[in-house]
């Protein structure tokens, strides 16, 4: 993982700064997610790398009768959703944990999101998240991502990373719909998929 630069984000989190780039980076990006996700009423959700939980709020004003869960590394971050939750009357289960290790069951939830988490992880730990997204989902069920597809990383950039879609077939998930969207920066594509989990897996 990049503790630098999750240190740093969880740190302007508490600060509120990381509230005021995402509100006005991130409102298009989270939008679009939930369109591409087209979750209608009920069922489990799961945000993967929750941040200070603006989208999971999104998430549950915008769908009927769900269930939504957040997880995150950053305690900062974690807080600060769960805050934000109880400000808006909302019932969203927080948790401070990484997405290498999702502490929940096999098949649990219906769509899995992520939004510009995993330019974060190293490559082993993105092969990791996968599976550990697709080991959570319900057969059928849908991860919907919202990637950069490459980043710089290393000291001084000199490393790319790139989201990790090949391995997703490695993972198990078929490619539903892969396009461009909304962005952060010109400079830098963002990638919106619908990874569907097989009816039959393993
Ligand atoms: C750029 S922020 C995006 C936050 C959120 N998805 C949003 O749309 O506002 C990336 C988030 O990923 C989290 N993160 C980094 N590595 C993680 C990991 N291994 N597991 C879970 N979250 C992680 C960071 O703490 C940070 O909150």
Sequence with gaps: M??????ILDLAAGLGLYDLWAKHH???????LIELADIGDGGQVLDVGCGTGIFASLLTETSKNIGVFG??????MIRISQR????NGHT????VGSATELPYAEGQFDVVFSCMVFHLLDPP?????????????KPGGKYVAAEFEEYPAGFLGRRTL???????KKCGFHIDSEIRGPFVTKRRPTTYRVLVKPEIYG
């Design 2 to 7: 990049n503790i630098l630069m999750t240190n």
């Design 71 to 76: 997880i995150d590394t950053g305690r900062r």
């Design 84 to 87: 934000r939750a109880r400000k």
């Design 125 to 137: 730990e993105q092969e990791s998240a996968l599976k550990e997204i697709c080991r959570v989902l």
């Design 26 to 32: 991130l409102q298009g990006i989270h939008r679009m």
């Design 162 to 168: 790139r989201y990790p879609v090949s391995l997703t």
């Design 92 to 95: 969203i289960s927080y948790t």
